[in-house]
């Protein structure tokens, strides 16, 4: 297997949902992260046009690996151009941010904050990483430092955070493959009082015709199937 082949399936093996939807309520707790939750599967996939559309142009930069650049795709196919063409057909004045990056790992992440992050000076972060990390035999605590690293970096620049949590295709490996990280992400979430978002890419890991020949990433079919309820996520970060 080459190292693009093994970068690939770690994106695939760790990253089977990450990301769910986003009915997700707020608790009168500030302390409690909002987390997305399955009875968002139900929801509606488009976001209803909004009255009175944001004036200021706000920023989300998404910061990721191979399922957020685009593997295989023309820009304009991946999962920022999409969730931004939704959200501006909703009336809503936005501008997403692609620093996805393939065969990333949370070290990488950190180490280009500056110029993938900083320098969009971006109103939302969505901290998209960790598969590689899980695949490449990382423990969890050092996956850890780089994301509280980056989570720190991002808050001390007053930029709101998305925490994209690691749901694993196949969950019975999970722990014995690597344990710590199913509780990483739901720790850091709650630690750092940040939303959590999971399940990434329901309905299209057990949808062959919305894979990729390699069975790991999406196609443009795929890619809109998951841009579903991230779309409706994020309008509703936008909106606090």
């Known amino acids: 297997m080459t190292v693009v082949e093994m ?3 770690c994106v695939a093996l760790v990253f089977g949902c990450f990301l769910s939807a986003c009915s997700s309520e707020v608790s009168d707790n500030a302390q409690t992260p909002t987390v997305a939750s399955d009875a968002t599967d139900e929801i509606l996939v488009r976001v209803e046009p909004v009255e009175d559309a944001m004036s200021e142009t706000k920023t989300i930069v998404i910061l990721g690996d191979s399922l957020t650049a685009g593997y295989n795709l023309a820009q304009s196919e991946a999962l920022p151009a999409v969730i931004e063409r939704r959200l501006k057909s909703n009336g809503l004045s936005v501008k997403l941010v692609n620093a996805g990056v393939s065969g990333d790992t949370t070290a990488m992440g950190l180490a280009r904050y500056d110029w993938s992050v900083s320098s969009a000076d971006p109103d ?4 998209a990483l960790g598969a590689n990390d899980f695949l490449s035999g990382f423990p969890a605590e050092v996956a850890q430092e780089n994301l509280e690293a980056i989570i720190e970096r991002a808050q ?3 930029i709101s955070v998305v925490l994209a949590g690691l749901e694993p295709r196949w969950p019975e490996t ?3 493959l690597q344990p710590g ?3 990483l992400y739901p720790d850091l979430a709650e630690a750092y009082d940040v939303p959590l978002y999971e399940g990434f890419m329901r309905g299209v890991w057990d949808e ?3 894979l990729m020949l390699d069975g790991l990433h999406p196609t443009v079919e795929g890619v809109e199937k998951m841009a579903d309820r991230l779309t409706v996520f994020l309008a509703g970060q936008l909106a606090e």
């Not at 939302?124 to 901290?127: G, K, Q």
């Open 7 to 9: 970068r690939s399936f």
């Open 124 to 127: 939302i972060l969505v901290i």
């Open 156 to 158: 001390a620049d007053g």
């Open 181 to 183: 990280y199913a509780k």
């Open 208 to 210: 062959p015709d919305l």
């Open 174 to 176: 999970y722990e014995m």
